[in-house]
């Protein structure tokens, strides 16, 4: 069993930067792919970024190229979502997750372990 807490989330203005971090208890997420998820109101759940177990190969959604990085350090436990230039529309609550396996995940139904989410709101 995981547990995954998320924290990092806050008020920013657009054009700013954040940095989620996701931190794991109840066993080591060195075999884990390690995702993130956001939510905004209204909407389903959607992917954000995902990075192998290794930290080798990341996968993001288009709305994240070139603006948020997923890194991650196994020796803390730790995976990190570090967001630049934020827009309006990345106003969400953004989810963990964790999955055992070889591959990187990027649907919602195919992680076993989420965190309780950490609000992030981008302003005008």
């Known amino acids: 069993q995981v547990h995954v807490v998320e924290s990092g989330g806050g008020l920013v203005q657009a054009r700013g930067s954040l940095r989620l971090s996701c931190t794991a208890s109840g066993r080591t997420i060195s075999s884990y792919a390690m995702g993130w998820f956001r939510q905004a109101p209204g909407k389903e759940r959607e992917f954000v970024a995902a990075i192998i177990w290794s930290g080798v190969s990341t996968l993001y959604a288009d709305s994240a190229k070139g603006r948020f990085t997923i890194s991650r350090d196994n020796a803390k436990n730790t995976v990190y979502l570090q967001m630049n230039s934020l827009k309006l529309e990345d106003t969400a609550v953004y989810y963990c997750?964790?999955?055992?396996?070889?591959?990187?995940?990027?649907?919602?139904?195919?992680?076993?372990?989420w965190g309780q989410g950490t609000q992030v709101t981008v302003s005008s």
């Open positions: 997750a964790a999955k055992e396996t070889l591959g990187i995940p990027n649907k919602v139904s195919e992680y076993d372990y």
